[in-house]
Structures are given as C-alpha cells and as structure tokens.
C-alpha cells in the first residue's frame, strides 16, 4: 500500500510538469532561430528543475506552495521582472526611498 501511495504521489508530479516541446505547444512558443531555441530551452530547463526541487520542499511540509510551468518558464528571471516594471530603488530616480519626491 505504501508503495502505491509513493508511486501515485510521484505520477502526479510528473503529470504537472510538462516537457520542452509540450512547453513550446501549449503555449505557442516560437523562436527566430536555433540559437534563440538552444538558449530558451537552457533557461526553461534551469526553470524546470528550480520547480521541481521546490515541489519536493511542498512534500517535506518545507514550503506551503507548489509551482507549475507556465508561459514564462523560458525567461530569466531578469526578463520577468523588466516585464513588471520592476526596478531597484538604486535604479529609480529619486532613489531616497518612499514619500521623497
């Protein structure tokens, strides 16, 4: 029984990630050239793993949250923050901190 559980538990894991080219289908993905492919795949598989590894933490009671791929998974996590505008406050004009003007 116990190793029914752990085979289930591990069949679930696998069905919620997804692999390179199920990636690039479900969500569209086209790039200009290899070069462009060969990098993006780097970066999704670097994804990959940091999801996985932080799911196995969600098992051991070690985090209260899993993570999936999802339509970012070939981007850096510099390119998701440009995308939200973020800067650091080093980099925003009047860098004193909140309320100065």
Same mark, same amino acid.
């Given at each position: 029984m116990?190793?029914?559980?752990?085979f289930l538990c591990g069949m679930t894991l696998a069905a919620a990630t997804l692999t390179w080219d199920e990636f690039k289908t479900e969500f569209?993905?086209?790039y200009k050239d290899t070069e462009e492919v060969?990098? =993006? =795949? =780097?970066?999704f598989e670097d994804n990959l793993k940091y999801i996985e590894d932080?799911?196995?933490k969600y098992e =051991?009671?070690?985090?209260?949250f899993t993570m999936k791929i999802n339509k970012f998974s070939d981007m850096t996590p510099e390119e998701m923050r440009s995308m939200r505008g973020y800067r650091r406050p080093s980099e925003a004009q009047?860098?004193?901190g909140p309320g100065e003007l």
């Open positions: 116990k190793a029914l559980i752990i569209g993905k086209q060969n990098q =993006r =795949r =780097r970066i932080h799911n196995n =051991r009671g070690e985090v209260t009047g860098a004193g």
